[in-house]
């Protein structure tokens, strides 16, 4: 299996980057989805319009894209031999972070559907510098290796 995996390595790095790529551009978008559904009435049609566009995009794009990222990169870190190394653990940690925004995300998304206005507009763009920050040093991390 291992022997299959290791042949598979850049095969799987590729996979890892594309679904990356879908991943953050959801949770870029979601919050400017956020954006213009808080600006629709409660309980309009166009309240209901923009929950179905949020729930598409977490169901057609973020979820399995956060499940294949998962996936293929607990793969290359088991088949590289990468678990000892401090760089991973850093990684790691910072991952959890970004999917627990992932799942805040997610309910905000149910509160807004209830007619909930929890943040403000300019709050919820200022969010989009959490998966910024974090994806900058996510890619320094597993690319320079510091630790
Ligand atoms: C979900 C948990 C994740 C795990 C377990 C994981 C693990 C790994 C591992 C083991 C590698 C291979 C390193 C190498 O061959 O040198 C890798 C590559 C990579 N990962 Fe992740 N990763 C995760 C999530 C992410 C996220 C969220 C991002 C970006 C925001 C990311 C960006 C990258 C990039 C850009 C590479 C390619 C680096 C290169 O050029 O070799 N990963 N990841």
């Known amino acids: 299996m291992l022997q299959v995996l290791s042949m598979l390595y850049l095969w799987l790095k590729a996979g890892h980057v594309i679904f990356v790529i879908f991943w953050m551009a959801g949770l870029f978008m979601l919050p400017r989805l956020f954006v213009y559904h808080q600006e629709t009435p409660v309980n309009s049609p166009e309240n209901a319009v923009w929950t179905d566009r949020e729930r598409k995009l977490m169901k057609i794009i973020m ?14 870190a ?15 940690l910072l991952v959890v972070v970004l999917t627990g925004y992932h799942i805040w995300l997610a309910r905000y998304h149910r509160a807004l559907a209830r007619g909930e206005r929890g943040l403000s507009g300019k709050q919820l763009r200022l969010l989009n510098e959490v998966p910024g920050i974090l994806g900058v040093l996510i890619v320094i991390l597993v690319i320079l290796k510091p630790f």
């Open 63 to 76: 979820a399995p894209s956060v499940a294949v990222v998962w996936i293929l990169g607990l793969a290359m």
């Open 78 to 92: 088991v088949t590289g031999g990468w678990f000892t190394q401090g760089w991973l653990h850093a990684k790691l």
